[in-house]
């Protein structure tokens, strides 16, 4: 694959990390703050050189001179680990604060192609190529990354449709709808040159003095040139649970250190196998109520966030995997099948809780119900006891079936994950009753507990 140009914005002055930001009583920029011991932003630039992306545009401004002689052109060693940089870099200094998008008008003559573009305070290991590929795959004027967080209620939002075209784009200040999924952009994007030409910016207005505020003009890559694309066609989400994360804020630098420390960062990098719980949706993760129709039935089980909340914190991926035979049967719409899940979403992330993938079947073979969808009543791969679903998310998530489990209330779940090579556990109130499962466990959050403690399989 051909690597394209990167952009990395080090010119924010970090205001809310400056107590933090400081060498010897001195202050230092925040992309070059440490984190477990290496500045973020050499960080940053490990991952992109590690998978070929080594033509590098740096914009800075407070304190740049020091980020200028901490990694000069990219083609000597490292002050802290020794290594090798590896890349080549070219520098913008801004003269005045130009907003986290300004630069690149000053950068038009180099900006020739697609680029890559991120800020300078994120801790990351991302899969570049699958996210280069989606973009040229769809052709949009812009890509963004997005992801589930442990706080989706206090972050903006993204809404896409199922093939990631972004439909709107909700700001915090925003009104949001009462269910949403938690599908939030992680501050790494794939631009093309025309998504600043369409922008309807004036290049030349660009760091001029505001006459009103006696400022110089900012643009702000959010607000003034990504959100106005949303509902265009021209804006797609790259949906991936990998880690990205800013380390902005004490609080998130001294998560972001923890999670380099435990390997958390590198275990959900998709350039490598992940593990993944799959979980069954009614009676696992919500209360059974039969064929679920309508989001007001849909209530969590006791302790449910909580577990998944553990998985998230573990490295491994939460998957639901559900058949939904009733969309076949005519009494579920695929949209009300995804405000349910919404409502799902919704409730977990208030409780600092996400899922990773939702793989559902809407097939039932049985015929003869009123209003039921002919083509949906057919025999298929993917309704469990069937590994279909499973198989699918392997191969999106890069995910190893052999080291992961299965979880749920039935014999289809058992069987399903037997089928597809995963471990499985039944949760069932009966721990006596004989059935095929390695492991029998009557709620979720033991089920998770066990597998986390590595007692699964004892």
């Known amino acids: 694959m051909r690597h394209i140009k990167t952009i990395i914005m080090a010119g924010g002055r970090g205001t809310r990390l400056?107590?933090?930001?400081?060498?010897?009583?001195a202050p230092i920029p925040k992309p070059l703050m440490p984190v477990a011991g290496v500045p973020i932003l050499e960080r940053e630039i490990n991952v992109l050189r590690e998978q070929g992306f080594t033509d590098?545009?740096?914009?800075?401004?407070?304190?740049?001179?020091?980020?200028?002689?901490y990694f000069g052109d990219g083609s000597g060693e490292s002050p802290v680990t020794g290594n090798p940089f590896g890349v080549h870099i070219s520098y913008y200094e801004e003269q005045?604060?130009?907003?986290?998008?300004?630069?690149?008008?000053?950068?038009?003559?180099?900006?020739?192609?697609?680029?890559?573009?991120?800020?300078?305070?994120?801790?990351?290991?991302?899969?570049l190529s699958r996210l280069v590929a989606f973009h040229r795959k769809h052709g949009g004027?812009?890509?963004?990354?997005?992801?589930?967080?442990?706080?989706?209620?206090?972050?903006?939002?993204?809404?896409?449709?199922?093939?990631?075209?972004?439909?709107?784009?909700?700001?915090?200040?925003?009104?949001?709808?009462?269910?949403?999924?938690?599908?939030?952009?992680?501050?790494?994007?794939?631009?093309?040159?025309?998504?600043?030409?369409?922008?309807?910016?004036?290049?030349?207005?660009?760091?001029?003095?505001?006459?009103?505020?006696?400022?110089?003009?900012?643009?702000?890559?959010?607000?003034?040139?990504?959100?106005?694309?949303?509902?265009?066609?021209?804006l797609f989400c790259y949906d991936s649970p990998e880690y990205v994360r800013d380390m902005g804020t004490p609080e998130r630098l001294a998560q972001v250190e923890w999670d380099v420390k435990s390997g958390l960062v590198a275990a959900k990098s998709l350039r490598q196998k992940q593990r993944a719980i799959f979980l069954d949706r009614d009676g696992t993760i919500n209360r059974y109520v039969g064929y679920l129709t309508k989001p007001e039935q849909f209530e969590l089980l006791p302790g449910v966030a909580e577990a998944i909340r553990a998985i998230n914190l573990s490295g491994y991926l939460c998957v639901v995997i559900t058949n939904q035979p009733?969309?076949?049967?005519?009494?579920?719409?695929?949209?009300?099948?995804?405000?349910i899940h919404r409502k799902m979403e919704t409730l977990l992330g208030e409780q600092g809780a996400y899922i990773d993938g939702i793989y559902i079947c809407p097939h039932h073979p049985d015929k003869g119900f009123p209003g039921e969808v002919p083509e949906l009543k057919v025999e298929c791969a993917c309704r469990k006891p069937k590994a279909g679903l499973?198989?699918?998310?392997?191969?999106?998530?890069?995910?190893?079936?052999?080291?992961?489990?299965?979880?749920?209330?039935?014999?289809?779940?058992?069987?399903?994950?037997?089928?597809?090579?995963?471990?499985?556990?039944?949760?069932?109130?009966?721990?006596?009753h004989?059935?095929?499962?390695?492991?029998?466990?009557?709620?979720?959050?033991?089920?998770?507990?066990?597998?986390?403690?590595?007692?699964?399989?004892?």
């Open 326 to 339: 009733a969309v076949a049967r005519g009494e579920l719409t695929m949209e009300g099948l995804q405000e």
């Open 390 to 432: 499973l198989y699918q998310a392997a191969e999106d998530l890069h995910i190893d079936l052999a080291s992961s489990w299965m979880i749920g209330d039935s014999w289809r779940d058992v069987a399903c994950g037997k089928n597809g090579g995963t471990h499985t556990c039944l949760l069932s109130e009966d721990l006596e």
């Open 56 to 69: 590098i545009v740096l914009t800075i401004s407070y304190l740049g001179e020091q980020i200028r002689e």
């Open 96 to 127: 005045q604060p130009l907003g986290n998008a300004g630069a690149l008008f000053y950068l038009c003559d180099q900006l020739t192609e697609d680029f890559l573009l991120l800020n300078a305070d994120l801790l990351l290991d991302v899969d």
């Open 141 to 234: 004027l812009a890509t963004l990354m997005t992801h589930a967080n442990d706080h989706p209620y206090d972050s903006g939002l993204i809404v896409c449709s199922p093939d990631g075209t972004v439909e709107r784009w909700l700001a915090k200040e925003d009104e949001r709808p009462k269910y949403y999924r938690n599908c939030v952009n992680s501050g790494l994007h794939i631009l093309s040159p025309e998504a600043l030409t369409v922008s309807g910016i004036d290049p030349a207005t660009v760091g001029r003095i505001d006459e009103c505020t006696g400022k110089p003009r900012k643009v702000d890559l959010d607000r003034q040139i990504l959100k106005p694309l949303a509902g265009t066609g021209k």
């Open 18 to 25: 400056a107590a933090c930001a400081t060498k010897g009583g």
């Open 434 to 458: 004989p059935n095929e499962s390695e492991r029998t466990c009557q709620t979720l959050a033991e089920a998770v507990r066990k597998i986390l403690e590595g007692k699964a399989s004892s």
